[in-house]
């Protein structure tokens, strides 16, 4: 196999050694717009170039060019949803370019092909979600991006808040939680043949039956707020969702039922999990569990807390029961001694906003 721009380590542990695997191949970046003019519309030299550049520099490149445009279309429309329109395609495109480059150069292997599959689904049920719920209408932003705004009364302040965090922290914590799959990538060219065994397929399974969980979950919360929608314009609950709410259920104005009984935010436990699970799965391989690539893993999980914290924050203050639901369901994880919800009637019907309720997805209320 011809020499490539990724490192020889003596160990499975070297794999994931920031040092050897990432800092040596940073100075492509560089070059690599010098190279990209120069091929300019060459097809076969611009797939030189691609082949000559790490994979995770290449990737770090787009990430950059990405997070650059965000920023200048947030700003020229003061609408900061630029980055939660792609943050269910880029980790996609970052697991797929990985397995795509390790196709091209020869390191054909199941792990990275079984990533790329489970991540396009991800991204498919994620974008289709936010799709459905009007997140690509023109104009649409996330509602949570006003009330930050509130907060921050310098336009200056909140233009540097934009840039380094929105568009930069943001973009860079898409890429960062597939960095799990590019240190794949050099176990693939410093192993050799892989061995695809039953904890390999354990792990890929496991992330299906994540995205499995979040599907229900989204269905469950969208057949309740259409069941909502309708009871708030014609005091009816339609055939279709008889079965499933009652008046009491739709007066409470939030979801309590199914996966909902038992988490406050089945779909955030699940995403969670999807990302948690491929860090994992490196981890294993590998044989160390402590690594630069559980950086993004631990982003994702914070802006999690962070960004659930002030959704709910927002909904109890429209929802006079919500508090007691917190009390008695788990924000992420059940509470396994809690005693059943008991159904009771709301009095005064109460209107809401369908994207105002803690039917968020992902970060981005996808």
């Known amino acids: 196999m011809a ?20 800092l040596p191949y940073l100075a492509q970046l560089q070059w690599l717009p010098a190279s990209l003019r120069e091929a300019g519309r060459d097809v076969a030299s611009l797939k030189a170039v691609y082949i000559a550049t790490n994979p995770l520099v290449s990737a770090l490149a787009l990430g950059a060019c990405f997070a650059v445009l965000f920023f200048l279309a947030a700003e020229i429309n003061r609408n900061y949803s630029q980055v939660d329109r792609f943050w269910s395609i880029l980790p996609a495109v ?28 991800w991204s498919v049920r994620l974008t289709f979600n936010y799709w459905r719920k009007g997140g690509y209408q023109i104009g649409s932003e996330d509602y949570r991006w006003q009330i930050v705004r509130s907060k921050v009364n310098s336009t200056f302040l909140f ?6 965090f929105i568009a930069a922290a943001q973009s860079l914590l898409l890429l960062l939680i597939t960095a799990p799959t590019y240190v794949f990538v050099v176990v693939a060219y410093n192993q050799g043949a892989e061995t695809f065994g039953l904890p390999d397929l354990a792990f890929s399974r496991a992330v299906f039956f994540f995205l499995i969980i979040e599907y229900l979950a989204d ?29 009491e259920d739709l007066e409470r104005g939030f979801v309590v039922s199914g996966l909902w009984a038992w988490s406050r935010h089945p779909n955030f436990v699940a995403e969670q999990a999807v990302w948690l699970t491929l860090y994992l799965w490196t981890c294993y391989r590998t044989e160390t569990y402590v690594q630069w690539a559980g950086l993004g893993v631990v982003g994702y999980l914070l802006i999690f807390q962070g960004s659930t914290r002030l959704t709910e924050s927002i909904t109890a203050g429209k929802y006079s029961e919500y508090s007691e639901y917190q009390a008695r369901v788990g924000r992420f994880l059940p509470r396994l001694s809690a005693e059943a919800k008991v159904t009771k009637g709301a009095g005064k019907k109460k209107a809401a906003l369908p994207t105002e309720q803690p039917d968020a997805e992902g970060k981005k209320s996808k």
């Open 94 to 121: 970052y697991n797929v370019h990985f397995a795509a480059w390790a196709r091209l150069v020869g390191l054909r292997t199941q792990t990275l092909d079984s990533i790329a599959v489970v991540t396009v689904l």
């Open 159 to 164: 233009t540097i808040f934009n840039f380094s």
């Open 219 to 247: 269905q469950q919360q969208w057949n309740f707020q259409a069941a909502k929608r309708e009871y708030l314009d014609q005091a009816r609950i339609s055939e279709q969702y008889k079965d499933q709410f009652s008046f």
């Open 3 to 22: 020499s490539l721009p990724l490192p020889r380590v003596e160990s499975l542990v070297d794999c994931t050694s920031f040092k050897l695997t990432v």
